[in-house]
Structures are given as structure tokens and as C-alpha cells.
């Protein structure tokens, strides 16, 4: 039952982590930014912070604490290659937080703020990569769940 619940709540933050990543692809754009949508983005990246939090604890609660036990992850390559490509994302996501973070107070100081567009453009080149280094998580997922490169020593 535990393990039920954790794989449900696991699937239900991934699959907010890709709706917040796509929501701010989609507001990151050069030629739609205007001061609603920086609001917007603070909200966006507040719910993304949270969200990897949530699925970072959760998911190490499931290597401990789901059916299988810590063994069959913590020897397997793809688990490594899975957790590898989170901290990737992790790294890629601090400079479009930072930047985010400070439009809010730009916002704040001036109602009518908007974020330089070549900084917009920039950041939209981080998501999408970040976005893509992302998808490669499910793969590995995938495989782990498996068996598939078990036998890390
Ligand atoms: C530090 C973060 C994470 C840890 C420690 C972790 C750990 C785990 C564990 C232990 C399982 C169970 C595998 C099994 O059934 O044997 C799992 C499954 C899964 N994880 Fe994660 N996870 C993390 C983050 C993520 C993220 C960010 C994503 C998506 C982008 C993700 C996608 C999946 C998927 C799709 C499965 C199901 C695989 C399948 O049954 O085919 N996980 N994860």
C-alpha cells in the first residue's frame, strides 16, 4: 500500500513538474513578455521550486522505502544516470530562477517592469534545454524500474 501511495503521488508531481515547465516555456518568450507575465513566471518558478523539493523527498522515500528496497537502485547504473540528469536540470534551472526572482523585484519597484528582451531570449534557451535534459529522466525511469543496469558493484 505504501508503495502504491508513493508511485501515485511520484507520477501526480512529475506530471506537475512538466505542466510548470511548459507553462513557462510558453510565457518565455521575447515577444509576449509584458509585466503580468513576469507575475506570472514568479508563480510559475515558486510552483516549480516546490514541486522538485516534493519529488526529490518523495522520490528517496521510494528508493528506502518502496517495494523493492534500497539495493536495487542504489547498484543500478540507470538509477545513477536518472538522478545525474536531475541534478543537471537542478544546475540548469539556477540562473532562470535567480533572473526570475529578480523581475519580481523589479515588478515591485515599477508596476510597468519588463525584464531586457535579449535576457528573455537567453533564459527561453536555458528552459529548452533544461526541458530536454528532463525527458531523458522517464527514460532512465523506465529502465530502472526494469532492472535494466543493475550490477553498479
Ligand atoms: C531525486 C529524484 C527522484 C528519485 C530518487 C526517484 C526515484 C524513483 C523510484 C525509486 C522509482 C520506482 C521505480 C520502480 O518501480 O522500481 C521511480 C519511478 C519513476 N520515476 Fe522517479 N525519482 C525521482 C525523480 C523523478 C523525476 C523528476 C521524474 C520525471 C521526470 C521521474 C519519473 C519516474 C517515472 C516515470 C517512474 C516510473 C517508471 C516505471 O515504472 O516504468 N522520477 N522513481
Same mark, same amino acid.
Given at each position: 500500500?505504501?508503495?502504491?501511495? %508513493?508511485?501515485?503521488?511520484?507520477?501526480?508531481?512529475?506530471? @506537475?513538474?512538466?505542466?510548470?515547465?511548459?507553462?513557462?516555456?510558453?510565457?518565455?518568450?521575447?515577444?509576449?513578455?509584458?509585466?503580468?507575465?513576469?507575475?506570472?513566471?514568479?508563480?510559475?518558478?515558486?510552483?516549480?521550486?516546490? %514541486?522538485?523539493?516534493?519529488? %526529490?523527498? $518523495? @522520490?528517496?522515500?521510494? $528508493?528506502?522505502?518502496?517495494?523493492? @528496497? +534500497?539495493?536495487?537502485? %542504489?547498484?543500478?547504473?540507470?538509477?545513477?544516470?536518472?538522478?545525474?540528469?536531475?541534478?543537471?536540470?537542478?544546475?540548469?534551472?539556477?540562473?532562470?530562477?535567480?533572473?526570475?526572482?529578480?523581475?519580481?523585484?523589479?515588478?515591485?519597484?515599477?508596476?510597468?517592469?519588463?525584464? +531586457?528582451?535579449?535576457?528573455?531570449?537567453?533564459?527561453?534557451?536555458?528552459?529548452?534545454?533544461?526541458?530536454? $535534459?528532463?525527458?531523458?529522466?522517464?527514460?532512465?525511469?523506465?529502465?530502472?524500474?526494469? @532492472?535494466?543496469?543493475?550490477?553498479?558493484?
Amino acid at each position: 500500500m505504501t508503495d502504491l501511495l %508513493l508511485a501515485i503521488v511520484h507520477h501526480l508531481i512529475v506530471f @506537475g513538474l512538466a505542466a510548470v515547465l511548459a507553462a513557462e516555456l510558453a510565457l518565455m518568450r521575447p515577444a509576449a513578455m509584458s509585466p503580468p507575465t513576469v507575475k506570472l513566471l514568479g508563480r510559475f518558478d515558486a510552483a516549480y521550486g516546490m %514541486l522538485s523539493l516534493a519529488i %526529490l523527498v $518523495v @522520490g528517496f522515500v521510494r $528508493v528506502w522505502y518502496g517495494a523493492k @528496497g +534500497p539495493d536495487v537502485y %542504489l547498484h543500478n547504473h540507470a538509477f545513477w544516470g536518472k538522478i545525474a540528469a536531475f541534478a543537471v536540470v537542478g544546475l540548469l534551472s539556477i540562473q532562470p530562477t535567480l533572473r526570475i526572482a529578480a523581475w519580481q523585484k523589479g515588478l515591485k519597484a515599477d508596476a510597468a517592469f519588463m525584464p +531586457p528582451l535579449q535576457e528573455v531570449g537567453k533564459l527561453r534557451r536555458l528552459l529548452l534545454i533544461e526541458i530536454h $535534459v528532463f525527458a531523458l529522466i522517464p527514460i532512465f525511469a523506465a529502465a530502472m524500474a526494469r @532492472g535494466i543496469g543493475y550490477g553498479a558493484g
